[in-house]
């Protein structure tokens, strides 16, 4: 079974956080929420509380195959300060490991240069901080092992394009007809 790691932080937009946790779960990846804020309540941008799975110093990451950052302020800036997920998201980056982020987060991976001579994508009046990208306005790009997203109205195709990756395009596309998206 395929493994996905989804970093949460105070301030994390829930919608981006928990579209990709429900649709991955569904296509029967298993999916771990983690938090980065050494507690497992995690408080999102628009105050909904949420428990993560487990803490990031409990996990080992060797088994996972994705690695999700959601946007969402400041959630990004928290998960942008986290010196042991910049290590473990080079590291993937390094392995070929699938990377995804959202909105505000794709921020984080061009600030670790993971974004150099790749086509990516993000919030508008992110694009700056996609250091050495390509930049696009298309709602999920995916370059190599990277898959970037705009925001919270992208995150349903976000969260199919990792299906995709993950489980096949029959699989996302099997997916898609069955939560009634672009039917």
Known sequence: MSKLY???ADGFEEIEGLTVVDVLRRAGVEVTMVSVMGKKNIVGAHHITLE???LFEECDFSDGDMFVLPGGMPGTLHLG?????AELLKKADQEKKGIAAICAA???LGDLGLL???KATCYPGFEERLTGASISTDLVVTDGHITTSR?????IPFALELVTRM???EES???SKSIIYNI
Request: charged residues 20%.
């Open 81 to 85: 300060e986290h010196q042991y997920l």
């Open 173 to 175: 596309d099997t997916l």
């Open 106 to 108: 794709p921020s984080v």
């Open 52 to 54: 993560a799975d487990a």
């Open 151 to 155: 925001g919270m109205g992208t995150a």
């Open 6 to 8: 989804i970093f949460l």
């Open 116 to 118: 150099r001579s790749r």
């Open 167 to 169: 489980c096949g395009k």
